[in-house]
């Protein structure tokens, strides 16, 4: 059973930073294509970052400039480094594979305070 984990949320006042991180049991990082998704209040859930197994990156317009997606092979690990965030920002973050995302996880809530 594949396991994802993220963690790093928290409320941060507008234009702070959060690092958020995320784990798996049953996906290796780096032979896949991974994303960080974003769902906010009433809203659907968007793909805002994605790091190819090829390592490289893309972004959502709203995000790009500010968001930086990374991935450490060794610790199995994916990561999603936050600054000048935003109100807009707030939501709740998942991570998964950005071909037919299955088994998604808690996710890890991000609140940005104005």
């Known amino acids: 059973q594949v396991q994802l984990v993220e963690s790093g949320g928290g409320l941060v006042q507008a234009g702070g930073s959060l690092r958020l991180s995320c784990t798996s049991s049953?996906?290796?990082?780096?032979?896949?294509?991974m994303g960080w998704y974003r769902q906010a209040p009433g809203k659907q859930r968007e793909l805002v970052a994605v790091i190819t197994s090829a390592d490289n990156t893309n972004y959502a317009d709203s995000v790009k400039g500010r968001f930086t997606i990374s991935r450490d092979s060794a610790k199995n690990t994916l990561y999603l480094q936050m600054n000048s965030l935003k109100p807009e920002d707030t939501g709740v973050y998942y991570c998964n594979t950005q071909i037919s995302p299955r088994n998604w996880g808690q996710g890890t809530q991000v609140t940005v305070a104005s």
């Open positions: 049953g996906i290796i990082f780096r032979f896949k294509a």
